[in-house]
């Protein structure tokens, strides 16, 4: 289901940045839930919906009807829940928070058998923020786990590539673990996750794509002082928007200011 994420460095002209790509943040119906986590001040902040929609949902309204102040970096997810019976509630409803921490995943992944071996990875102190039965939720917390065996859990510097080796260090295991439980095929969807100073999006199965963000000046031009990147996972985009592909088993890495390059999954 529909994700999309962004950072930029003018909190208060992101809606504007979003404006000529609005129409590629729209997550079809129907939607079982969906929820925005943003970054305001040194808090992550989340607005979560687990209500469902049997119309169309606009993932960027909060934005523009004034719903939350201006954020820097955003996290949107919208679920459709195919699993029966569902996961509904707050609780299950994505992004997933710890501290400044924020982490989505699209896909209906079970993990049945592995999670028990999963969870033990996890410290006590963390699995307390524990509170779906998500599959992302808890793949959230074994990352921040591998970040906390790091002793990198708390560092605000934390750079883009740690937090990719991270990612790949959970996914790898998750990917063993599946195996042994017999789901050596099972999809593991694309993620967003971030500390609110750098982002981390990774292309795991479904469409990936990036865009860089910008605004115009007095003059009709684009203006130099402002900067954006947006991810946007699922669904069909204007080829004419401006975005590009990322490949399979790639992670997109944004720096705090505003610089990214791709990297591939591997350890």
């Not at 209500?51 to 169309?56: D, E, L, R």
């Not at 996750?193 to 999006?201: F, I, K, S």
Request: charged residues 25%.
């Amino acid at each position: 289901m529909k994700l999309f994420a962004c950072m930029c460095n003018q909190p208060q002209r992101l809606a504007e940045a979003l404006t000529p790509v609005r129409a590629a943040l729209v997550a079809e119906a129907p939607v079982s839930r969906w929820g925005m986590g943003y970054i305001q001040g040194e808090d992550a902040l989340l607005v979560r919906t687990p209500k469902a929609s049997p119309v169309p949902i606009d993932l960027a309204a909060p934005l523009y009807e004034a719903l939350l102040p201006g954020s820097d970096c955003v996290i949107v997810q919208a679920v459709r829940d195919t699993r029966e019976p569902a996961l509904g509630g707050t609780d299950n409803t994505p992004p997933f928070r710890f501290r400044r921490w924020m982490f989505a995943q699209t896909g209906q992944l079970e993990l049945s058998d592995a999670a028990p071996r999963l969870l033990a990875r996890v410290p006590e102190y963390l699995r307390r923020n524990l509170r779906g039965r998500t599959a992302a939720e808890l793949m959230f917390h074994v990352f921040l786990a591998r970040l906390h065996d790091e002793g990198s859990l708390d560092d605000p510097r934390l750079p883009a590539p740690a937090m990719r080796r991270a990612l790949a260090w959970m996914l790898e295991l998750v990917t063993t673990e599946l195996a042994k439980a017999g789901q050596p095929d099972a999809a593991l969807g694309n993620i967003a996750v971030t500390n609110g100073r750098a982002m981390v999006c990774a292309r795991l199965e479904a469409p990936l794509r990036l865009r860089r963000l910008w605004v115009l000046d007095d003059h009709g031009e684009r203006d130099a002082g402002f900067r954006g990147v947006l991810v946007v996972s699922h669904g069909e985009v204007d080829p004419a928007a401006g975005f590009e592909d990322v490949a399979p088993r790639t992670a997109v890495l944004i720096a705090r200011d505003l610089q990214f390059h791709t990297a591939d999954l591997s350890r």
